[in-house]
C-alpha cells in the first residue's frame, strides 16, 4: 500500500530488537529516499526499517502495510465477515428479546382475563348464590363465600353486587354497600363484560358476568379480577428465563459465528482484501511466467484458462480463453485428450514437431486442470537412463538369480532364465562335456546343450541334451577357443556360422531369429562354454552395448558355474570314496533277514553308514554310526570308524566294550587331527552296535550318542527300545551301558541314523512317531517294511545323509543245536567224543566226524586241565559246523610252535589247521573257545 506523497509502507523493527513499532491507528513507521521524512502525526519513535530480506533501507521499499495483532485479525476478510455476523446476531437477539418480553406481557394479560371470567362465571353459577341473594341480610352470607373462594381461586377480588351496581362483598370489607368502580352495563344486558379499571385495590383487570334467574332475569352481578401489580409481578418472575435463553442463544450464535469465521480465516490465511487482490497478481505473475503450460476447462468444454506456456507450446490464439477447446487450433489428440476429461498421468503426446508430458486430473464441481511440460529435449536423455537402469537392474538381478544350487546344470537354466525376454529373446548355454562331470574341460572338447530359455518353445534351435561339435568358423568355436566374446548382428550375412549346420542355420533365419552374441563362460583362466544370444523379435540388432552387457552378466555367472563344477567334482570325489567304504553286498549270515537304505544329502556327501558283521557261533553284528559334517573328510572318517568296528568285532568283544574301544580311537583320531590339520579331527560321530544270537534269541545292545532302535514285535506293535544314550564317540570319560533284549522269532530290529527322522520344520519326536507308526504293520517283511518307511519320512531333498537297516531274527531250532555238560574228568572225554559223533551222523555229517573229534578233544582236555568248572560242549549245525567249549576260566588260550623237543603245545596248532575258523570269546561265567568247519557239498542243503 503507497502512501499519498509515494512512500511505501515496509516493516520496522524497533531499536531493542522488540516488537514492531505501531502508530496509534496500526501503520507502521514509513521510509522514503534519503529524506528525513516524518512519521504519521501521533506515531511514536521508530527505530530502522528494513526491506523484507532484513536489510537496513533508507530508500523507498514496497510492501505492506504493518498493522497490531488486533488490526490485522480485523482488518481481515474474516475478520470483517465475522464482526458484520457478530452485529447480525445481536441485533437478532435484541429483536427476539423484545418479542418475547411483549408476547409474555399480552399473554399473562389475556391469561389473566380469562381466568377472572372463569372466576367470574363459577361463582354466578354456585348453588345457593340465589338464595343468598333473597336473605335478609346478603353480605353477611357472601362476603366470607367470596373470600374463601377469592383465595382459592388465586384472584385478588370477587365482588357480589345486585343490579345497581351496589356491592355485596368485597375484599376490603369498609367497602362494602358501597358502588361498584366498572362498567355493568353490557353485563346487565346478559353478556359478558372485562375491562381493565382504576379500583380500590389499584390498577386492575375485572371481569362482570350476569346472574340470571331461572327465568332469565338478571337479578346480580359478579366481578372477578386480578390487579395489574399482580400480573406484572408474574411477568417479571418470566423474565429472567426469556434473558438466560435470550443469552444462551445468543453465545451459541457468537460461537458458530467466531469457527465459521475460524474456517474463513484459515481458507483466506488472514488476508484483508488489499492483501488478497495483492496475491492475486502475484498469482498471475506467476502463473505466466512458469516454464510449464497449465490449461483449466469447464465441464462444457470450453477453455476457462490458458497460462503463456501452454499457448506457447499448443500456439493458442490470444483469444483462446472462453472459446471451446476443439476451436482454438490445438492439436487434434491434445484436445481429444482435454474433451475426455480422463486422468492422465505423465502421458507423451505429440504435438507437431514437440513431444509434451501431460498430466490432466478433474477438478469441482465440473472441469479439468492441465499441466504440459516440454519434454523434447530431455527424451533421448532419458530413453539413454532407462536404459542404463535397465541394464543394472539385470546385472543385480542375476546376482541373486544365478548360483542359488551348486549344481552346474540348474546354474545354466538360471542363467538362461534370468535374461529372457528382458535382454534376449532365447538363450541357450552350451558346456564342455567334461565340466558336467566337475573336469576342468580341454581345448577342442565337444559342446553340449545345458540349458536352453526363450519366448516361444517350438524354435529350430539345438534341442537341449545336443552333443555339439562347433566348426572352427563359427563364433561359437571362435569364442571357446579365445575365451572373447564375438557379435554377428545379421545372421543373415553369416557364412562361417552357416557353414555349421546349412539347413538348421536357413531355418532360424527364416524364423526370424536375426541377431547373435556367442560370449564363452571363461572363470579363472578356463573357459567353461559359451552361451548365445538370440534377437528374433527386436528389429535392431545387438550392438556394442549390448555385447558389453552380455560380457558382463556371463563372467558374473561363469564364477558361478566353476564353483557348482568344482562343488561336482568334489561331490562325486566323496560319493566314489564312500561307496567304496559303505559296504556293496551284505555277507551270508541266518540270524536275520536284512533291508537297508543309504542316501547322502542332497548338499554332500556325509558320514553316515551301516554294517551286518558275521560273528561265531552263528551270531551277527548290526551297527549303524553318523559322522558329522560333510564332504571328504568325513567319508573318511567313517570309513576309518567301519574299519575298525570291523576289526574289533573280531575280538568278539560285548558290545559296551566294543564301543569303549571305539571311543579311544576316535580320541587318537582327534589328537592327530590337532596335530597335523586344523580340520582333521572328528567333529562328532555316533554310534549303536547290537549283536543278536539266533540260539538264545538274546540281543544285546549299546549305543554312543545315537538314536534309539525301534523293536517291531510279530503282531506289529512297535515300541522305541529304552536303550541308555551314552556320550558321542570321542568325549571319553563315560562308560557305556549295554542292555539284553528277548526277541521273538520275526521281530525286527529298526536301526537309523538322525537324517531319517530330523527335517527343517519337523521336531525329531514327531519323526520319531512318524516312524513308529510307518512300522506298526503285522506280517511285513523287512523290504515292505523298508518302503512303508521310505514313503512316510523320505524327503524330497534331504539335508542329511540318511542310513536305515531294518533286520527280522531268525532262530536255530533244537535239531540244529546240540549241548552237553562235560564232567570235570579227564575220563569223561571219550564220551563226549562219542556223543559228538552220533550227533554228526544224524545229521548227515559223518565227513567231519573225524576232524570234530579231534578238536573236541583238544580243546576239552584243555579246558579240564587249564581252565575251571563248569565245562559245556555245543555244536551248531548253520552254514558252517561250530565247535564251542565253555569254561569257567577267563585266560585265554595262546597259539604257538612248539619245539621237536616239547612234549605238548600242539593242541591249538592241530586245532588251527583242522578248522576253517578258531578263536576265543568271553562270557560273564569265563570263556568259549570255537572253531568252525566248513560243511562238505552234499551236507551243505540244509533242511
Known amino acids: 500500500m503507497s502512501h499519498e506523497n509515494g512512500a511505501a509502507l515496509v516493516w520496522c523493527r524497533a531499536p531493542d530488537g522488540g516488537s514492531l513499532s505501531l502508530t496509534p491507528q496500526g501503520w507502521g513507521t514509513l521510509c522514503r529516499g534519503t529524506d528525513a521524512y516524518r512519521e504519521r502525526p501521533g506515531a511514536r519513535a521508530a527505530g530502522r526499517c528494513y526491506n523484507w530480506d532484513g536489510e537496513p533501507v533508507s530508500s523507498l521499499v514496497p510492501g505492506l502495510p504493518v498493522r497490531s495483532n488486533l488490526g490485522r485479525r480485523f482488518g481481515s476478510v474474516a475478520g470483517q465477515v465475522f464482526v458484520l455476523q457478530v452485529a447480525i446476531v445481536v441485533l437478532l437477539a435484541a429483536g427476539a428479546l423484545l418479542a418475547l418480553v411483549l408476547q409474555s406481557r399480552h399473554a399473562i394479560d389475556g391469561d389473566a382475563r380469562n381466568r377472572s371470567v372463569s372466576v367470574a362465571q363459577t361463582f354466578a353459577h354456585s348453588l345457593g348464590l340465589q338464595e343468598a341473594l333473597r ?91 386480578l390487579t395489574v401489580e399482580s400480573v406484572t409481578g408474574l411477568a417479571d418472575r418470566q423474565l429472567p428465563v426469556i434473558l438466560l435463553a435470550t443469552a444462551i442463544g445468543l453465545a451459541l450464535a457468537t460461537v458458530g459465528t467466531a469457527l465459521i469465521s475460524r474456517r474463513l480465516r484459515r481458507q483466506t490465511h488472514g488476508l484483508g482484501t488489499q492483501e488478497m487482490t495483492r496475491m492475486y497478481e502475484h498469482h498471475d505473475a506467476v502463473l505466466h511466467s512458469v516454464r510449464e503450460g497449465v490449461l483449466i476447462t469447464d465441464g462444457e468444454g470450453r477453455l476457462l484458462l490458458a497460462n503463456d506456456e501452454a499457448g506457447r507450446l499448443l500456439g493458442l490464439p490470444d483469444d483462446a480463453e472462453g472459446r471451446p477447446v476443439d476451436k482454438v487450433g490445438m492439436d487434434r489428440r491434445m484436445a481429444e485428450l482435454l474433451l475426455s476429461g480422463r486422468v492422465a498421468t505423465d502421458e507423451v503426446l505429440e504435438a507437431g514437431d514437440r513431444l509434451l508430458v501431460v498430466n490432466q486430473r478433474p477438478t469441482r464441481p465440473q472441469g479439468s486442470a492441465v499441466t504440459i511440460r516440454d519434454s523434447t529435449e530431455m527424451q533421448l536423455l532419458s530413453s539413454r537412463v532407462e536404459t542404463a537402469r535397465r541394464r543394472l537392474k539385470l546385472l543385480y538381478d542375476a546376482g541373486g538369480d544365478i548360483g542359488t544350487t551348486l549344481d552346474v546344470v540348474r546354474t545354466a537354466e538360471e542363467l538362461a532364465d534370468v535374461a529372457v525376454p528382458r535382454f534376449a529373446d532365447f538363450v541357450t548355454v552350451d558346456l564342455a562335456d567334461p565340466v558336467l562331470q566337475g573336469d576342468e574341460p580341454g581345448p577342442g572338447a565337444d559342446m553340449r546343450r545345458t540349458a536352453v530359455s526363450g519366448i516361444r518353445s517350438d524354435h529350430p534351435l539345438y534341442p537341449l541334451g545336443s552333443l555339439i561339435e562347433f566348426l572352427p568358423s563359427t563364433p561359437q568355436a571362435r569364442g571357446y577357443g579365445t575365451g572373447t566374446a564375438e557379435l554377428v548382428p545379421d545372421l543373415h550375412d553369416a557364412p562361417g556360422w552357416h557353414a555349421q549346420d546349412a539347413p538348421r542355420a536357413s531355418a532360424i533365419v527364416g524364423y526370424g531369429i536375426h541377431s547373435l552374441i556367442a560370449a564363452p563362460l571363461k572363470a579363472r583362466g578356463v573357459v567353461l562354454g559359451v552361451v548365445n544370444f538370440w534377437r528374433s523379435q527386436k528389429p535392431e540388432p545387438f550392438d556394442e552395448d549390448d555385447l558389453s552387457l552380455a560380457e558382463e552378466l556371463v563372467g558374473r555367472a561363469a564364477v558361478t558355474m566353476d564353483n557348482a563344477r568344482r562343488y561336482t567334482r568334489e561331490h562325486n570325489l566323496a560319493v566314489t570314496l564312500q561307496r567304496s567304504l559303505l559296504p556293496r553286498d551284505l555277507p551270508e549270515q541266518s540270524a536275520v533277514d536284512v533291508a537297508h537304505f543309504y542316501q547322502p544329502a542332497q548338499s554332500g556327501v556325509g558320514g553316515d553308514w551301516f554294517d551286518v558283521i558275521p560273528l561265531p557261533g552263528s551270531r551277527v553284528g548290526l551297527v549303524v554310526g553318523d559322522v558329522v559334517g560333510h564332504g571328504l573328510h568325513a567319508a573318511a572318517t567313517m570309513g576309518r570308524l567301519r574299519t575298525a568296528v570291523h576289526n574289533f568285532s573280531s575280538l568278539d568283544p560285548p558290545p559296551d566294550e566294543l564301543l569303549a574301544r571305539l571311543d579311544n580311537l576316535v580320541q587318537r583320531m582327534d589328537q592327530e587331527g590337532d596335530s597335523a590339520a ?161 550227533q554228526l551222523e544224524e545229521w548227515g555229517l559223518e565227513e567231519l566226524a573225524f576232524t570234530t573229534e579231534l578238536i573236541l578233544s583238544e580243546l576239552i582236555t584243555n579246558a579240564i586241565r587249564y581252565a575251571a568248572a563248569p565245562v559245556r560242549v555245543r555244536l551248531l549245525r548253520d552254514r558252517t559246523l561250530t565247535c564251542e567249549v565253555w569254561d569257567g576260566s577267563s585266560t585265554a588260550p595262546h597259539l604257538r610252535y612248539a619245539a621237536t623237543t616239547d612234549e605238548g603245545g600242539r593242541g591249538l596248532f592241530l586245532v588251527a589247521q583242522l578248522s576253517e575258523h578258531w578263536g576265543t570269546r568271553y562270557t560273564p561265567e569265563g570263556k568259549v573257545i570255537w572253531a568252525e568247519q566248513v560243511l562238505p557239498a552234499a551236507g551243505s542243503a540244509l533242511s
Open 678 to 838: 586344523s580340520d582333521g579331527g572328528v567333529l562328532g560321530a555316533t554310534c549303536l552296535y547290537a549283536v543278536y544270537d539266533p540260539v538264545s534269541q538274546n540281543c544285546t545292545m549299546a549305543r554312543a550318542g545315537h538314536m534309539p532302535p525301534l523293536v517291531v514285535a510279530p503282531d506289529g506293535t512297535t515300541t522305541i527300545s529304552e536303550l541308555p544314550a551314552g556320550p558321542p564317540l570321542g568325549l571319553g570319560g563315560m562308560p557305556f551301558e549295554a542292555v539284553d533284549l528277548h526277541l521273538a522269532e520275526g521281530s525286527q530290529l529298526v536301526l537309523y541314523t538322525d537324517g531319517l527322522v530330523e527335517e527343517r520344520g519337523r521336531d525329531i519326536s514327531e519323526g520319531v512317531e512318524r516312524l513308529r507308526t510307518a512300522l506298526s504293520h503285522p506280517d511285513r517283511d523287512p523290504h515292505a517294511s523298508r518302503r512303508a518307511v521310505l514313503d512316510a519320512l523320505l524327503p524330497s531333498r534331504p539335508s542329511d545323509d540318511i542310513a536305515l537297516l531294518i533286520a527280522r531274527t531268525r532262530t536255530l531250532g533244537p535239531g540244529r543245536v546240540a549241548q552237553w555238560d562235560v564232567p570235570f574228568d579227564p575220563s569223561e572225554v571219550g564220551t563226549v567224543r562219542r556223543l559228538a559223533a552220533d
Open 135 to 225: 336473605s335478609p341480610d346478603p353480605s353477611a352470607i357472601l362476603q366470607p363465600l367470596a373470600e374463601e373462594t377469592r383465595k382459592d381461586a388465586g384472584v385478588d377480588f370477587i365482588v357480589v353486587m345486585d343490579t345497581n351496581g351496589i356491592r355485596y362483598s368485597h375484599p376490603q370489607p369498609d367497602r362494602i354497600g358501597e358502588r361498584f368502580v366498572g362498567t355493568i352495563e353490557p353485563s346487565l344486558a346478559g353478556q359478558v363484560h372485562t375491562e381493565s379499571v382504576e379500583g380500590p385495590l389499584g390498577k386492575e383487570i375485572q371481569a362482570i358476568v350476569p346472574v340470571t334467574s331461572p327465568e332469565g332475569e338478571v337479578v346480580a352481578l359478579v366481578s372477578a379480577g
